[in-house]
């Protein structure tokens, strides 16, 4: 099913900012770029404007292949399907699910339809059909409300990771909480390439209506200390190196430290945004969505800080 389309508030989820793709003549315009950044290692990066919302990728390996995320619209996920049988007629075994964001399932059901088995952190099943509607909370349009609920869960879970094989070809998949509380990251080892999901997002500002930014920053080092020479797929942005990967964490400590800072010198609301958003702007108001996210980067980290940011209940 096609995604409908998406009111502003959703925007706060979406970093490609996910207008629906104009039609060019008889054909549609491309959702993403493919780049091949490892042998038979492809990262799709999102076209911005486009109703792909995210970053995906996949695996080619000796008797299968394996996707990571599968885009916001299935007509992205159609495409990327497309783009794989053109590479390969090998069987697709797994899709991964980095975290249960919208942007980065609403495509499942494509692959599914295509053989896949759909593997994700336990709490991602819990939460796809579920906190993916407090995106237009309180009143949910029954259409989106039909959408998100119609979106394929994964049927093979795990707590902590999962080593996927396709023929000899090993991929390692761990959670690394930060972004959300089911978030995991995929790496190819005889590639050394790692798809990050929503952990790193490249020269740009991040959503993080559900984030710990303590746990992600701690995930991001040891992302950079256990793979200093990998190439890095983001969830959001152009693919990276660990130098980029570095950057985006000192994002989230300068938000941390100057969110702490103006709290003890008394300022909240407004003034606190304006002051933290003076400070940062210097270093980071060049990046992508800078003007779309600081506002709620600034009162998300206020109300992490304090202990009153609310996060989905995590499965036990």
Known sequence: MRAPSLPPLVASLVSCLTLASALAAAEAKPYFTLHE???GVFAAICVPGSAAGSNAGFVIGDDGVAVVDTFQASAAAEQLLAAIRERT???IRFVVDTHYHLDHVAGNGVFRDA???IVAQRNVRAWERTENLKWWAPNVPADKRAWVESFVLPSLVYDDGVDLYLGNRLLEVRAMPGHTGGDSVVFVPDADVVFTGDLFWNTALP???DADTAAWMTSDDR????HPAATFVPGHGEVGRAADVAAFRGYLEALRGAVAAARQAGLSGDALVAEV???LAPRFARWGFYDH?????ITQMDSELVGTKPRPVPVR
């Open 37 to 39: 950044v490892g042998p």
């Open 89 to 91: 007629k090998l069987p």
């Open 115 to 117: 053989g896949a088995t």
């Open 207 to 209: 959503n993080t209506t």
């Open 223 to 226: 992302l950079l200390a256990g």
């Open 277 to 279: 958003r003076g400070q």
């Open 293 to 297: 996210f600081i506002a709620e980067n």
